[in-house]
């Protein structure tokens, strides 16, 4: 009697132990996929944010370190390739940023008196390239119109670097046995030449 009263414990102690490794099993499975749901969703809110006219509000995409070195879309492709070349690590990633603008002046200037004798006078030229571009007009008798516009085109890499939390010391044994610690580094790159990035600063709220 006692055998079958242990035997009947111990099935009920299976059973008990199943049930809770199915329902951990069913959490699991069911926090991954809420988890993939919201990146789907966040992601699909960020598409529409990008295509939206009011391009002051953008909403940031999730993507896991494979879907970033498989992902075809032109701009984050340059983004990885740009990471890719000032060597940000895969394990060190913390954002890639892209941010594409364009500043735009035009000017007229009505001078009193006559500059331009010959009243068939009418000069419209242009000077460009792929990051510039002005457009002078000279009309008679005194007009002359000025319009100038510049691009620029940021990759803003952000990732973690390892480095000394003091300062290094010069033998490379005692550099190497030194502490070290993760410093987030941002990296900046403007590619047109005609900007020179004057001053930044950059603030992490820690949590």
């Not at 749901?37 to 995409?61: G, M, P, R, T």
């Not at 970033?68 to 940000?88: A, G, H, M, P, Q």
């Not at 008798?141 to 003091?166: A, L, M, Q, R």
């Amino acid at each position: 009697m006692n055998k079958i009263k242990n035997y009947i414990y111990t099935g009920l102690l299976i059973m008990f132990i199943t049930m809770l490794l199915a329902i951990h099993c069913l959490y699991t499975i069911n926090k991954s996929l809420n988890n993939k749901l919201s990146i789907s969703k966040e992601n699909e809110k960020a598409y529409i944010a990008e295509n939206d006219s009011l391009q002051n509000n953008n909403k940031v995409f999730l993507f896991k370190i494979d879907e970033l070195n498989y992902n075809n879309d032109s701009i984050v492709k340059k983004l990885n390739e740009v990471r890719k070349t000032i060597k940000v690590k895969d394990k060190k990633i913390e954002q890639l940023q892209y941010l594409l603008s364009e500043a735009y002046k035009k000017d007229t200037i009505i001078f009193k008196d006559t500059l331009f004798k010959n009243e068939s006078i009418n000069i419209d030229t242009t000077i460009r390239n792929n990051w510039y571009k002005l457009n002078l007009s000279i009309k008679y008798p005194n007009i002359i119109f000025v319009s100038t516009s510049f691009k620029s085109e940021k990759y803003i890499i952000t990732g973690y670097k390892k480095e000394t939390i003091n300062p290094p010391k010069k033998f490379f044994i005692a550099k190497w046995l030194q502490k070290k610690h993760n410093v987030l580094e941002v990296n900046i790159i403007e590619n047109n030449p005609y900007i020179e990035n004057k001053q930044q600063k950059f603030i992490k709220i820690i949590k």
